[in-house]
């Protein structure tokens, strides 16, 4: 905590971050307080730059594929579909109508995990972790399908490229469908309680606002966009795959706050649950899968999936190699970053940590180098040039990192 005498006597500058005991993931966020109100915030992420873009423009398409499915590790279906629909499209590839069935139940097992998981953390946030318990118990029986079907409860490795690389047998579609039954009675509970529980309702109501214009304008999307009226869901604004035969109903609220982006969640594993069993009664016989090429057509592509968080977009472009010339991800928390500024502002201090849980951040999937621009010069900077520049970065914030010792 530090006192500045630019501030005034009643005004207090908090950092948390980039190091903290409550954040998983590095990111620095600096609050100035007036008395307990934040009357600014500064946004730092970008601590996490694994250059996974860069990499992938010298692999091969298949290999860039496992690195796709790396690039978060609760959407990790999300972005390997898009990625593998954006070299369909440049191939003229059709998926089997099997695979496309299976790619969309894997999707919403992903949501069903992701959303119980957040509801979970930001239950934790508030200090109700009764919640916590009950949620992530839940998530580990979504968990324990994906690991008999890919192999892994994280990075599933269903998806290839011309379709999937796991079919579904009776077996385990009897297990989706216990698992979906039980999901159901313990989501009802999840309803209630946000309808219902005063505590709760009390300690998400009005935290976090982001109006429906204020969504427009900072460009947010997913939870957080239909939190505030707005229907903003790929799935059915422009169905791709099997999504286009499947009956998808959107949610959305209207009181544009945490409160509202818990209800949308929740409300959303309910249709997860419906999609999936329509999907498991309506499935297609046969392959899942049809030979690709190996190298792509050259073309530009870009291609927009629904991943838990959001819109999640994909540029590819081909040089008619095995190689791509240039990928581009744009994940959905890169989108939802810009409007946090405006929505801890005029916040309390004690509203931080689930303000910015509510947008269930991914540090990771902001991954981005800096790019310093000016009415002069717009340039790149190379490793030693970012380097440097965060040294003189904190030398400005009174840290010289030279007199620091490294700790063993």
């Not at 409550?22 to 915030?41: H, M, N, Q, R, Y």
């Not at 304008?217 to 997913?222: E, F, I, L, M, T």
């Not at 499947?246 to 209207?254: E, F, G, L, Y």
């Amino acid at each position: 905590m530090v006192e500045s005498d630019n501030f005034g006597d009643n005004r207090i500058a908090v950092p948390i971050g980039p190091q903290h005991p409550s954040l998983d993931e590095p990111g620095c966020f600096d609050i100035t307080l007036e008395g307990e109100k934040v009357v600014d915030a500064v946004i730092g992420v970008g601590y996490n730059h694994r250059g996974l873009e860069k990499v992938c423009e010298s692999k091969t398409y298949i290999q860039d594929l496992y690195i796709i499915e790396r690039v978060c590790g609760i959407c990790s279906h999300a972005h390997s579909t898009a990625f593998c629909m954006g070299i369909e499209e440049l191939s003229g590839l059709t998926i089997p109508p099997r695979a496309a069935y299976i790619r969309v139940i894997v999707a919403e097992l992903e949501r069903l995990h992701s959303h119980l998981l957040w509801l979970g953390v930001a239950c934790h946030e508030i200090g109700f972790d009764t919640m916590f318990m009950f949620t992530w118990r839940n998530r580990e029986k979504v968990l324990d399908i994906l690991a008999v079907l890919g192999g892994n409860r994280v990075n599933y490795g269903v998806n290839t490229i011309g379709g999937v690389r796991r079919d579904l047998d009776e077996t385990l579609t009897s297990q989706i469908l216990k698992t979906m039954e039980m999901l159901e009675e313990e989501i009802k509970y999840y309803v209630e309680l946000a309808h219902t529980e005063s505590t709760l309702i009390s300690r998400l109501a009005g935290v976090g606002k982001l109006s429906k214009e204020d969504v427009i304008h900072y460009g947010a999307v997913g939870p957080v966009a239909r939190a505030a009226g707005i229907e903003d869901d790929i799935r059915v604004k422009e169905p791709y795959g099997a999504y286009k035969e499947i009956p998808v109903h959107m949610i959305t609220d209207t009181n544009a706050d945490v409160y509202g982006r818990t209800v949308v969640r929740i409300l959303e594993m309910q249709e997860s649950i419906n999609i999936i069993r329509y999907c498991l009664k309506n499935i297609p016989d046969g392959a899942i899968s049809v030979k690709a090429p190996r190298k792509i057509p050259a073309g530009e592509v870009i291609i927009r999936v629904e991943a838990p968080r959001g819109e999640d977009i994909h540029f590819i472009r081909s040089n008619g190699t095995d190689i791509p010339d240039r990928v581009r991800v744009r994940a959905p928390t890169e989108a939802n970053w810009h409007g946090m500024k405006h929505m801890l502002e005029g916040g309390y201090l004690a509203d931080v940590p689930i303000t910015i849980a509510a947008i269930d951040p991914c540090y990771s999937c902001t991954d981005r180098a800096i790019q310093l621009r000016s009415e002069k010069d717009t340039r790149v900077l190379d490793w030693k040039e970012l380097r440097q520049y965060g040294i003189n970065f904190y030398k400005k914030q009174g840290i010289d990192i030279s007199t620091l010792s490294a700790g063993r």
